[in-house]
């Protein structure tokens, strides 16, 4: 059976608003939150207390965003051998987080990348 991996990428800091260029630090609240919501949904979580930088342009806006992210990655198992990523109950219940992380962090866009395991 193939596991995914799937790694999410947080902002430390809430994206510019119009008026002011200042982006606000994160509530420490809001990741430990995230943390238990996907301890609750895969049952483990694997996180570092380091940040990485990274940049994004939106296509539609041409807008380009510099963050520094922390990363947190869970792991998912499939219920049967032939199942298919997207069927998977719990990549459906990430599905439906990633919509309230986009809410919860004031994000455009979020990066929650799944990757197939294959285990050494």
Request: aromatic fraction near 10%; proline fraction near 6%.
């Amino acid at each position: 059976m193939t596991e995914y991996r799937v790694d999410i990428l947080l902002p430390l800091r809430f994206n510019p608003t119009e008026k002011k260029k200042i982006k606000k630090l994160v509530p420490e609240m809001h990741f430990f939150e995230t943390y238990e919501d996907l301890v609750k949904i895969c049952g483990g979580i694997s996180t570092t207390y380091s940040s990485m930088k990274g940049s994004w342009v939106c296509p539609k806006t041409k807008v380009r965003y510099d963050d520094e992210t922390i990363l947190f990655s869970v792991v998912v198992e499939p219920e049967s051998d032939s199942e298919i990523i997207y069927h998977n109950p719990k990549i459906k219940e990430l599905q439906k987080l990633k919509k309230a992380l986009l809410k919860r962090f004031k994000q455009k866009k979020l990066y929650m990348l799944a990757t197939p395991c294959h285990w050494l």
